[in-house]
């Protein structure tokens, strides 16, 4: 949506940024659509502008793969930005405080805590009915990929979540060990690739403790509408709070310089 | 002062077709009492048609009529019914009495600016009625006792002038005043067959011959009522409910009739611009038992399936332990929650689709799994806190996000997933989650370890008796899984609490 010209001066800078022309409404179908950007740089790369309005995007990946992470950086980016959202946890996985350490904005979200798969998929579908603009549906840490016959069902599940996204303008993340959407899906991507940093260093001629900073992953986009298919991008992610996990874990917990691997790191 | 007044004829009938509208057209009749001693209390046009009248046994009534439907009267449905006409009538007007078994007193002060003349006023209370599912008759006059009087009149809303009380009631028959039987009898042997006869006598001398219900008579006579207007206050919850015939042992035929009083307890929280924020199940058992039971909403909701679901799964998750023998719903009302739409800020969602998107949860998931999260005070990472989820109003512009994402988070594994692992100089080498009834269906964090980073220690809560403390450990498997173990240095067992993802 192009800015209205400065013809109209009288108008503030911020109202006449958000209005458009009527001749640019007659395109504005064939356009793509509006995104919800994530202040993810690898995710807002792959999905152009970001997180898809109306659709649904699948994010896979195994066991520290940094779905997680990157579903809680959307959840913050939306309700950061005002806008409600909801996750739907079912492995019952969130930690609130990590969440508003990464600067969500709790009273904007909403945690649903299903304790079945069927319950996940009723309450996401009940979510996106309510009109709530950004849906987080996290399907845990399961292992075992789910039998043939209830793919099957799901697959139609997906697909009626992917409508109601669609018939809401909603933004719909799906993190999940395996593919689980199938054609519903707009956007796949898969992190794969993982590797975990630890700093080592000497410390008065010990080696001291392995500190962990981060981990390193990869964003493969399996698919997009419109977009042909393999572009990768690194995620990093690191630890919160500081560069250090000594730092990550002041914070969080009691300073005890009792501790003797702690004082080796603290040196 | 002008009031008018509502009634119900025939009250029990009406009340229980009002539960049961299929009986309406029918040849039915409610009967008060047990087995042989019940008397019949009111009957349908068909029955009264066919020869029933009021005080007959059931077993006569079955000998004039062998298909007659016959029930009870329900209390819970009648107590529901007058509740529903107090209701239309307050849709009207903000002052009404209740005048008890399908009478209520309605003050018309203030009210003849919205109406041409009271003739339509009283169309109007009528036509409040009838959508409650209750036919009344209309009554208005400057008395209590007069506009009742109207109302138990044919070719209803009777309107009595202001002033002509008195000429109104004094070519009614004596029968209509009520009195008492002997009273009564005393008047029919002074040969005093209406109102107007009665009011003739000099007034001195009928509390000498009569006593003090006679002389309270002759002012109602004179169309003098001393009862003053006693306007009710709103009751804090709307009850709907009914006696059943039988007792029912199963759910679904309950849940048939249970729908109907909820789309009726409903409709009337819509009348009022509210919605349901706790609703209360009373259960009469068989034979002689109760079972109360409330069932909180995290919003106000007007939405009948959901407040079924919550109903339902509530009672099968704690069954009544008896047959059912009769219910009442009771809702307690909250006004829903105002929205506020913005021009370029976020768009705000609807309050009454959120409030009843959050009850459909509530019931599908239970309590305490739905609620906006917030972080306890203290270092446990399971721990923490769900309140009702409000949320702010969206802002005015919408706020790009900040720049710089990208942090490590943990999914925490609650309950901490119990580990057996093999510990040396360095810490921990090896891993093997150990499998439980409770652990089942929890990721498998069995393997060697790559790196090791602790222990982190942890201490919380040692002055209540109730504190933890623990060593954690950052671990690499080689399998490829980053967690965070911890071991409880109180018992020495090891958990993982957490998976870096």
């Known amino acids: 949506m192009s800015a209205l010209p400065v013809s109209l001066p009288d108008l503030p800078e911020e109202i006449s940024r958000q209005l458009s022309r009527a001749a640019d409404l007659a395109g504005r179908g064939a356009t793509r659509r509006d995104a919800l950007p994530t202040a993810v740089p690898p995710l807002d790369r792959l999905l152009p502008g970001g997180l898809p309005r109306g659709a649904l995007v ?34 019952d996985h969130f930690d609130p405080q990590a969440a508003a350490a990464s600067g969500a904005d709790l009273p904007r979200l909403l945690w649903v805590r299903p304790r079945t798969l069927k319950e996940a998929l009723l309450s996401a579908e009940t979510v996106l009915s309510a009109g709530v603009p950004v849906v987080v549906l996290d399907l845990g840490l399961a292992t075992s990929k789910i039998s043939l016959a209830k793919r099957a069902r799901h697959d139609f599940a997906f697909l009626r979540l992917s409508r109601t996204a669609g018939a809401h303008g909603a933004a719909l993340l799906v993190l999940s060990p395996f593919h689980v959407a199938g054609p519903a899906a707009e956007a796949v991507l898969t992190a794969s690739g993982t590797r975990a940093g630890w700093s080592r260093s000497l410390s008065g001629g010990r080696a001291a403790l392995p500190l962990l900073l981060g981990l390193s992953s990869r964003l493969v986009l399996e698919r997009l509408r419109g977009r042909r298919p393999g572009a990768a991008e690194p995620l990093p992610l690191r630890v919160p709070g500081a560069l250090s996990s000594a730092s990550h874990h002041a914070s969080r917990l009691p300073d005890r310089s009792d501790v003797p691997a702690r004082r080796a790191a603290q040196e | 002062m002008r009031l008018a007044c509502l009634t119900v004829p025939m009250f029990p009938l009406a009340a229980r077709l009002r539960s049961e509208p299929d009986l309406a057209g029918t040849a039915a009749a409610v009967f008060a009492g047990n087995g042989h001693a019940a008397r019949l209390v009111a009957a349908t046009r068909p029955a009264r048609t066919a020869g029933l009248c009021p005080g007959m046994t059931l077993p006569q009534a079955r000998a004039v009529l062998p298909k007659l439907v016959a029930r009870g009267r329900d209390e819970a449905g009648e107590r529901a019914a007058s509740e529903a006409l107090l209701d239309a009538a307050e849709r009207i007007s903000p002052r009404v009495e209740d005048g008890g078994e399908g009478v209520v007193y309605i003050d018309l002060d203030g009210l003849h600016r919205h109406f041409p003349d009271e003739k339509e006023l ?57 009195p008492e039987v002997d009273l009564a009898g005393t008047l029919t042997r002074w040969g005093l067959a209406t109102v107007g006869d009665f009011a003739k006598l000099p007034a001195s001398e009928i509390a000498g011959r009569l006593g003090e219900a006679g002389r309270a008579l002759h002012d109602v006579a004179r169309g003098l009522d001393p009862r003053p207007f ?21 759910l679904e035929p309950f849940l048939g009739m249970a729908e109907a009083a909820l789309e009726r307890l409903v409709r009337r929280l819509r009348d009022h611009a509210s919605g349901c924020v706790r609703l209360d199940v009373e259960l009469s058992l068989d034979p002689d038992g109760q079972d109360a039971r409330s069932l909180s909403l995290p919003a106000p909701t007007r939405d ?10 509530n009672l099968e998750s704690k069954p009544p332990g008896a047959p059912v023998s009769g219910f009442s719903f009771t809702a307690h009302p909250d006004a829903p929650r105002p929205g506020q739409l913005t021009l370029f800020g976020p768009a705000e969602i609807s309050p009454d689709r959120l409030a009843t998107a959050l009850a459909k949860l509530f019931a599908l998931l239970g309590e305490g799994r739905v609620g906006s999260p917030r972080a306890v005070d203290g270092h446990r990472p399971e721990r923490f806190a769900l309140v009702p989820w409000a949320p702010p109003p969206a802002p005015p512009e919408r706020r790009p996000p900040r720049e710089g994402r990208g942090l490590l988070a943990v999914r925490v594994l609650r309950p901490p997933l119990p580990l057996e692992v093999l510990v040396e100089e360095n ?11 409770k652990t089942k269906g929890t990721p498998d964090l069995s393997g060697a370890v790559r790196v090791a980073s602790g222990p982190w220690h942890l201490e919380e809560g040692w002055w209540t008796g109730e504190g933890v403390a623990r060593d954690y450990w950052d671990v690499e498997l080689s399998a490829g899984p980053l967690c965070r173990i911890f071991r409880d240095t109180a018992s020495g067992d090891w958990f993982a609490d957490g998976v870096y993802d």
């Open chain 2, 230 to 250: 006693l306007p009710r206050r709103p009751p804090p919850g709307f009850t709907e409910g009914m006696s059943l015939e039988w007792p029912l042992v199963t």
């Open chain 2, 304 to 313: 009948v399936r959901t407040l079924l679901s919550l109903v339902r799964l």
């Open chain 1, 58 to 91: 699948e994010v896979t990946g195994g066991r520290s793969s940094g779905r997680f992470s990157l579903a809680l950086s959307v959840l913050a980016a939306a309700t950061e930005g005002g806008e409600a959202a909801a996750l739907v946890d079912l492995g």
């Open chain 2, 122 to 178: 009283g169309r109007a209370l009528i036509a409040a009625a009838k959508r409650e599912g209750l036919s009344a008759r209309c009554g208005i006059a400057g008395s209590k006792l007069a506009a009742h009087v109207a109302a138990s009149l044919p070719d209803s809303p009777v309107v009595v002038p202001a002033g002509g009380e008195a000429p109104f009631l004094a070519p009614l028959p004596l029968a209509r005043l009520a």
């Open chain 2, 427 to 437: 810490g921990p080498v090896s891993l093997r989650t150990l499998v439980s009834e």
